[in-house]
């Protein structure tokens, strides 16, 4: 909605620069090569920057150090409750309580330099285009980078390239072909309505980053169910709005309802109604990335579902698998995995039993804040052949990475340069890191526990459930 009437002025600078140039063939291909440059330096505004600053962490303090960066953004609770603000306040300037806008001095001089004509006009309207364009791309931009900070080198780079490739296309294109402004709808009251969504939508996002604070300092703020309801709510709103039933100052009036309308409305309201049973326990496996775990759910209309048959679970209470595994292991008390599979959450209590037990070792390194794991529970440990070798034939071990909980002082950890880690995710992450030379998650290792090798090679996220079971059947074998 604000790059929308860019364009207009964007194609006439074009058409200006054109006119410079003599003769025919010279005016097409002068165009063809500034709208080229113009499409790149979009590119690069969007794409360098972050580059730049994931390179220099790298190679500053290597991999580690970036992912301890990264790893800091995506669950300590200041940047996740920064963020979440941030994402309300976008909300409230697309639902029009206020406008966002960058620095007036910025633009005034990007737009006069832009003026000089030439590569470097070129590349001066691209930047006032994103300045401009910062009130509505800002969010978005924001939440790919934000979603993008689990600790990998290419993804936020490789994520912003198709981001900024993705806005500069039509600039670009029309650029190339100024006639094609003329098949452009009218700019009118339907630019509002697309902010608002967004505005929606934003809401909706911005509750991941609380719910992820939440999870990590255990505060028990956003259970599933208060989280789900949120989403319902937040979600049915958006369909009233589609159907015109909810208006806001900027809008003008829905006189009729268009089959495009219509269609959105048929598809945020069936999201919903997907969402509803969701508040007694459905699994949901659509949602299982950016849902809390279904272990913080209050009230599960049948538990057993989520057992894979075994018995009932109960959150908050340390389970006794019946073969033995102690009820009181560490802390069992705050960390729970679902389908009522008994783990350990400390790797020498996990190894000490595995190797009294007989059984081999699962390590699950995992997090609150990775959505990845949550998707590999819900997708693939919920198969039935995967619950029954877990439960049956394997002692599971599950590291969390980003959990704040700071131990008792016996439990401390002192790394080789005398720093002191006191939280239980910096132990684990330490740990993994040290042994199994990885700071991604998950990670899964089957391993021996008297000798403490792998029995087979590591798995990291792969939805396949075949391949997870052979992966499963090999360690046993």
């Known amino acids: 909605p604000c790059v929308f009437p860019m364009i207009p002025m964007t194609v006439s600078f074009f058409l200006k620069q054109n006119q410079v140039a003599e003769g025919e063939e010279k005016k097409k291909g002068r165009g063809k090569w500034l709208a080229s440059v113009f499409g790149l330096s979009i590119v690069a505004l969007y794409t360098i920057p972050i580059a730049i600053i994931i390179l220099i962490t790298y190679f500053a303090g290597g991999e580690a150090v970036t992912a301890d960066i990264f790893n800091w953004l995506a669950t300590h609770w200041l940047p996740n409750i920064i963020f979440f603000l941030i994402f309300m306040i976008f909300a409230a300037s697309f639902f029009g309580a206020f406008e966002i806008t960058l620095p007036s001095s910025w633009l005034n001089k990007s737009d006069e330099k832009s003026n000089k004509g030439g590569l470097a006009g070129v590349f001066f309207v691209a930047l006032t285009l994103v300045l401009v364009s910062f009130s509505c791309t800002g969010p978005i931009v924001g939440s790919v980078l934000i979603k993008s900070t689990q600790g990998q080198f290419w993804e936020p780079i490789i994520t912003m390239l198709a981001f900024s490739i993705a806005f500069a296309l039509p600039f670009t294109l029309l650029a190339f072909a100024p006639s094609l402004l003329d098949k452009l709808p009218k700019s009118g009251g339907w630019l509002n309505s697309v902010k608002v969504v967004l505005g929606f939508i934003e809401v909706a ?15 028990g703020l956003l259970d599933r169910e208060v989280y789900l309801a949120i989403w319902i709510v937040v979600f049915t709103l958006l369909g009233l709005y589609l159907l015109g039933k909810i ?12 089959v495009f309308r219509l269609i959105l409305v048929i598809i945020d309201f069936t999201f919903v109604v997907y969402m509803i049973p969701g508040m007694w326990g459905a699994p949901l496996k659509a949602l299982s990335g950016y849902l809390p ?21 109960v959150v908050g209470q340390p389970q006794d698998d019946g073969n033995g595994i102690p009820a009181t292991r560490k802390y069992a008390d705050f960390l729970h995995l679902p389908y009522d599979i008994p783990a350990f959450f400390d790797y020498e209590e996990a190894r000490a039993y595995a190797e009294k037990a007989g059984k081999p070792l699962l390590i699950d390194f995992t997090g609150h804040g990775c959505v990845n794991c949550r998707e590999m529970e819900s997708r693939v440990w919920s198969d039935p052949r995967v619950l029954k070798m ?26 080789e340069d005398g720093k002191v880690l006191k939280s239980l995710g910096k132990i684990n992450s330490y740990f993994v890191m040290k042994r199994y030379h990885v700071n991604a998650q998950p990670y899964y290792a089957i391993i021996d526990p008297v000798t403490e090798k792998h029995k087979v090679p590591s798995r990291s996220y792969n939805l396949d459930v075949d391949a997870y079971v052979d992966f499963l059947k090999k360690g046993l074998e």
């Open 247 to 258: 208006r806001f100052e900027m809008d003008t009036p829905v006189e009729h309802l268009s």
């Open 293 to 313: 775990p279904i272990t913080t759910q209050d009230f599960v209309l049948d538990p057993n579902q989520h057992s894979g048959g075994g018995t009932t679970y």
């Open 390 to 415: 877990m439960k049956n034939d394997y002692v599971v071990c599950s590291l969390y990475g980003d959990d704040k909980k700071v131990l008792d002082k016996e439990d401390w950890v002192t790394t």
């Open 205 to 219: 996002l911005g509750f991941k980053f609380l719910s992820v604070a939440d999870q990590t300092y255990h505060w």
